[in-house]
């Protein structure tokens, strides 16, 4: 079954916790996102991937960060330096393949709390 | 900097009750708006992309048209199930495929 699979559903972290969120697809696409979904709010670019081994931070990378050793994953690390980790966070992935513009496609997200 | 504004920010319909929402951008070179549908605790699903002014698009019950500053998404004889937030989303021609997004509309349609 192709898709974004995001793991886990719910995530509670302690202070001074770092909590490491999963994102694996086999949807053989070369870019990959990580949004932040707030009450109230749009959608923000916490960090990106456009292929493996590289990464760049988005509007609101402090307290975040990334890796990308293989095409199919791209975990994200909230650490103790983000003092607000309470929302929803959401991958998502786009292929490099065909017309520029193919939009991205999200999995079914993580919601993270403070204990 | 680049903007998307949508409204209103929640809408309640019948059954049965045409409307509009709206989505306001000012961007330099937009090169593509996106509309997606948002369930309560799911990811956004992706549902249409726009590239010009006078582009439209249409799926069941959903017409999205785009002008040079801001697109619609027509949403004609709503049913319940058409209940979601709908996010909009633009790239523009220097952010590479980063996407900025509005804050959404939430559509209720009450049977």
């Known amino acids: 079954d192709g898709g974004i699979t995001q793991s886990p559903k719910y995530l509670f972290r302690k202070e001074g916790q770092n909590v490491t969120l999963s994102c694996e697809q086999n949807?053989?696409?070369?870019?990959m996102y990580w949004y932040r979904q707030d009450p109230g709010q749009g959608l923000r670019l916490i960090y990106y991937?456009?292929?493996?081994?590289?990464?760049q931070k988005g509007d609101i990378a402090e307290g975040y960060s990334v890796s990308r050793e293989k095409k199919e994953s791209f975990p994200l690390t909230v650490t103790s330096a983000q003092k607000n980790p309470t929302a929803f966070y959401l991958c998502?992935?786009?292929?490099?393949?065909?017309?520029?513009?193919?939009?991205?496609?999200f999995g079914d997200g993580t919601r993270l709390s403070i204990l | 900097e680049d903007q998307v504004t949508q409204s209103p920010e929640a809408l309640r319909l019948q059954e049965g009750e045409s409307s509009s929402l709206n989505c306001s951008y000012t961007?330099?070179?937009?090169?593509?708006l996106f509309w997606y549908r948002q369930d309560p605790g799911k990811g956004p699903e992706f549902l249409f992309t726009?590239?010009?002014a006078g582009e439209e698009k249409e799926k069941e019950r959903l017409k999205a048209t785009l002008t040079k500053k801001e697109s619609f998404l027509h949403i004609t004889a709503p049913k319940p199930e058409d209940s979601a937030t709908y996010l909009c989303?633009?790239?523009?021609?220097?952010?590479?495929?980063?996407?900025?997004f509005g804050e959404g509309t939430q559509l209720t349609v009450n049977p």
């Open positions: 726009l590239y010009s």
């Open positions: 998502a992935t786009k292929t490099g393949q065909g017309a520029g513009n193919q939009p991205q496609h």
């Open positions: 991937s456009q292929i493996v081994n590289d990464f």
């Open positions: 989303a633009v790239r523009q021609e220097t952010s590479g495929s980063r996407l900025t």
């Open positions: 961007v330099s070179g937009l090169r593509g």
């Open positions: 949807l053989n696409h070369d870019a």
